[in-house]
């Protein structure tokens, strides 16, 4: 064939595999039959450009089936993976990980105490007096629903943190925002306590610093050992639950609480890790301080492992001057904590204890200074330990106490000496999320004049970790 007829060929093939797209197989077969017919093409040429026709033909088809990626799509896509993590789900997306975490509980709790009566009266106890009562409401932990976004740039690790803390029952909204007394009547609604927004910065060389509100230092560890946590301990305010029960709060150990912060957490040495912060300073229940210097927080943990036994031991302490009014005397109020938990095989036990001068009982700074101002000792402690049967089943018990001094030369007989409580627990693991609890609970409020109040409780529920 002449370049002539070469040329003409060619075009003719280019413009047919252009428009191939939208035009029909038969169309262009026909074109090089013509092109045959008119000799322009000889029966070699012709099967050559037949196979090649069919060739592209077979690529468009497959085009088709699998649609093209734009490359900046690709790349985004290479870059996402959704996974489920040691706790919760991930996503993420190019350096960015996000994740979700979450937690639902609810129990029947059936509360017998005492009938009221003028030996029943104990001013800070935590007992329910007023005959049985029965309620569905949170444990110790309310439901809690937290993001954490985190991420790696110009070498520092740093991620940004919040956590709501929903309840099931209704609360008053009155002082005490979300976790106010409860109000079980029609068209009431429960709260949302917005524990956690904080921020983190941190190298693993380095330690990491933690601005925001989260969880305190002193007394954090006895309550993430506590085995009420998963579950209901004292039902104070059973007849009107609010977003919590107590657990061991106040039969056992100070509640930390959730407080603002700017914290540093070194990074581990051979098991030992610090973390000391500056807190914002609590006011004394039932005062108007405006007090000048911040609260500091401190704690030591050891993470211990020797042959077959697991555990933890720690320290914390605490340490925040009151600027009082109203003509009474600043004081500084101060306490310590030590605690452990091991584990041997399908066992576990645990001890706390905590001793203090002006740090109140139950909550921080609570019933921490007489009427004139002066400090008021408290201690307290508990021990508890739990056995797994068969790796679903786990039976616990515990036992607890805190106690609150009067101060010297104090007269208050109604006021509380000491909130004991013995615990007994069963939990059947009925998933990796889900978990079945039953427990039965004892607890007793005497007072320094000696009135005493004391009650029963039977709660079963379950509780959802993701």
């Known amino acids: 064939m002449n370049v002539r007829g070469l040329f003409l060929a060619g075009a003719c093939l280019g413009a047919a595999i252009t428009t191939a797209v939208s035009a029909q197989a038969d169309t262009t077969d026909d074109l090089l039959q013509q092109l045959r017919t008119k000799g322009i093409l000889t029966d070699q040429e012709y099967r050559a450009l037949s196979q090649r026709k069919a060739e592209e033909d077979a690529r ?40 979700l975490s979450g937690s639902v509980n609810g129990f029947y709790v059936h509360d017998s105490g005492d009938d009221p009566g003028p030996t029943k009266t104990v001013t800070g106890g935590v007992i329910n007096v007023g005959g049985d009562t029965s309620s569905v409401r949170n444990g110790l932990l309310p439901g809690f629903l937290k993001f954490d976004v985190t991420t790696t740039q110009d070498g520092w690790d740093v991620g940004a943190h919040f956590g709501m803390y929903p309840g099931i029952d209704s609360v008053s909204w009155g002082e005490g925002g979300a976790n106010s007394s409860g109000n079980p009547t029609a068209l009431a609604t429960s709260g949302i306590d917005f524990r956690q927004t904080y921020l983190t910065f941190g190298k693993p060389q380095l330690g990491e610093v933690k601005i925001g509100r989260d969880i305190g230092l002193f007394a954090s560890e006895a309550i993430l050992t506590d085995i009420t946590l998963l579950s209901i301990g004292t039902a104070a305010g059973n007849a009107a639950p609010s977003n919590t029960s107590l657990g061991r709060i106040g039969v056992g150990y100070i509640y930390t609480d959730f407080q603002p912060q700017i914290t540093y957490t070194s990074p581990s040495f051979a098991g030992v890790q610090l973390a000391v912060g500056v807190f914002q300073p609590l006011r004394t229940a039932g005062t108007d301080e405006e007090n000048s210097q911040p609260g500091f927080q401190g704690e030591i943990t050891y993470a211990l492992k020797a042959g077959a036994v697991t555990g933890k031991l720690w320290a914390s302490a605490i340490t925040q001057k009151h600027d009082a009014t109203g003509g009474l005397d600043s004081y500084r109020g101060s306490g310590i904590d030590v605690g452990g938990s091991v584990t041997l095989g399908d066992a576990s036990l645990a001890g706390y204890y905590y001793t203090g001068e002006g740090i109140g009982t139950t909550g921080l700074f609570i019933l921490a200074t007489d009427a004139a101002g002066n400090k008021r000792d408290s201690d307290g402690f508990y021990v508890q330990g739990t056995y797994t049967l068969l790796r679903k089943l786990t039976l616990g018990a515990s036992y607890g106490e805190s106690r609150l001094d009067l101060t010297g030369g104090e007269i208050n007989p109604t006021l509380v000496k000491v909130n004991k409580s013995w615990v007994g627990q069963v939990k059947y693991g009925l998933t990796d999320w889900v978990s079945l609890i039953g427990e039965y609970i004892n607890t007793t409020a005497k007072a320094h004049g000696g009135n005493k109040a004391e009650s029963d409780t039977i709660a079963l529920g379950a509780i959802l970790f993701f």
């Open 60 to 99: 468009r088809v497959e085009a088709a089936r699998t649609p093209a990626v734009p490359p900046a799509t690709a790349t985004a896509l290479d870059s996402t993976v959704v996974r489920t993590t040691d706790k919760g789900v991930g996503l993420k997306i190019g350096a960015v990980e996000l994740k």
